[in-house]
């Protein structure tokens, strides 16, 4: 989520309505601090880093309300998203054949 907000943030600054970028990170950090406080004595250290990503999905979905929900999932709905989503998964099942083959080759 913080790499896509990163992006719709961005936008949000160059729309010259940095007060709102403000408060999207008030309500992150202070749902952040919240669910540190609550995971921390139940989780431990994982438990922070679980109340970092909620509220980095908590940042996220503010941020995308303001740009827009319609504006964001019509990103999806081109000929290009399918292209990239399938050449990536060509990429990892051939990123995994080439690991089996190092992997294999470590053993000689």
């Known amino acids: 989520p913080y790499g896509l ?3 719709f943030s961005l ?4 729309n010259q309505n940095q007060i709102l970028a403000a408060k999207i990170s008030t309500y ?3 749902s952040n601090i919240v669910l540190s ?10 438990g922070l880093a679980l109340a970092s990503s909620l509220a980095g999905f908590v940042l996220f979905v503010f941020t995308i309300k303001e ?3 319609r504006e964001f999932f019509s990103f999806f709905e081109t000929k290009k998203v399918f292209i ?3 050449t990536i ?6 990123l995994l054949i080439l690991k089996r083959f190092i992997y294999m080759i470590d053993l000689l």
């Open 37 to 46: 406080i609550i995971f921390i004595f139940f989780l431990k250290a994982a």
């Open 89 to 94: 998964s060509i990429e990892i099942v051939l």
């Open 28 to 30: 992150s950090l202070i």
């Open 11 to 14: 936008w949000i600054y160059a």
């Open 67 to 69: 740009f827009g929900f």
């Open 84 to 86: 990239f989503i399938l």
């Open 5 to 7: 907000n990163k992006l």
